[in-house]
């Protein structure tokens, strides 16, 4: 069972960590999205549990940084430079596989933790 922690309200230029536990599977993939009242949940990024081969979205590149901690079973999403327009709901995911930016793909799911970025 995953669990998302972490989000909050933060201004915009600020960092934040969310963590996902509960999961941590030889052969998965863990990732991160996020979702927005009226607007479909979208791919935020991944990582292969094994390796720690990471993807990211192009309006995340450069400013977050996923990562895993295998003895804690805990994947991570460093927020750094965040803004106004990363206020989402965040989720974290798990699947076998690959990597894919495609929401129906994945079939794992946690709760999600809301982050608030004010300008």
């Known amino acids: 069972q995953l669990q998302a922690s972490g989000g909050g309200l933060v201004q915009a230029g600020d960092s934040l960590s969310l963590s996902c536990t509960g999961f941590?599977?030889?052969?998965?993939?863990m990732g991160w999205f996020r979702q927005t009242p009226g607007k479909q949940r979208e791919f935020v990024s991944g990582?292969?549990?094994?390796?720690?081969?990471?993807v990211y979205a192009d309006s995340v590149k450069g400013r977050f940084t996923i990562s895993r901690d295998k003895a804690k079973r805990t994947v991570y999403l460093q927020m750094n430079k965040v803004k106004a327009e990363d206020t989402a709901v965040y989720y974290c995911?798990?699947?076998?596989?690959?990597?894919?930016?495609?929401?129906?793909?994945?079939?794992?799911w946690g709760q999600g933790t809301l982050v608030t970025v004010s300008s």
């Open positions: 995911a798990a699947r076998v596989g690959d990597i894919t930016t495609k929401t129906s793909e994945w079939y794992f």
């Open positions: 990582i292969t549990w094994n390796w720690g081969t990471t």
């Open positions: 941590g599977r030889t052969n998965y993939v």
